[in-house]
């Protein structure tokens, strides 16, 4: 029986290798920025740690993905209900009917689309506040006391 000891160096090996040929999507711009031999040697020098550029966003109204996915899927839907002139006056785009609506000089016209419910107008017809039967009957009583 033989014995074959093997070596790091043994040529049977296959070698091998990724080569990335692909251009880079890194940021390059900023590499001297984020080098974090860069950053102790400026803290040394200066003793302040430099700036870094954030971002703040409220996010407590973002839901999760599928509440969201089916929000859109609602809205679509709702949309594809509209009566077809409806749906070309916006161009078969419901972000556009949502744009229209978000806008209070809009009102009208979405009113006269049947999109808006007009708001109903003050009556002059109803008696005061202060001389509704409830209010009157309660007086009463209370005069009774």
Do not use: H, W
């Not at 506040?129 to 007086?139: C, F, I, L, R, W």
């Amino acid at each position: 029986m033989s014995v074959v000891i093997r070596t790091l160096r043994d040529s049977d090996r296959v070698k091998v290798q990724l080569k990335c040929e692909d251009p880079s999507l890194a940021v390059q711009s900023s590499k001297e920025d984020t080098d974090i031999k860069n950053i102790v040697k400026k803290y040394l020098r200066t003793g302040v740690l430099p700036q870094i550029q954030t971002n703040y966003a409220d996010v407590s109204k973002i839901t999760d993905l599928k509440v969201s996915l089916e929000n859109v899927i609602a809205a679509k839907a709702a949309f594809e209900n509209l009566p077809a002139e409806i749906r070309r006056r916006f161009d078969n785009d419901p972000v556009k009917l949502v744009e229209f609506a978000a806008d209070a000089k809009n009102t009208d016209e979405a009113i006269a689309l049947g999109l808006a419910i007009a708001r109903p107008k003050k009556s002059s017809d109803a008696p005061p506040a202060s001389k509704t039967p409830a209010k009157e009957a309660a007086k009463k009583d209370a005069d009774k006391s």
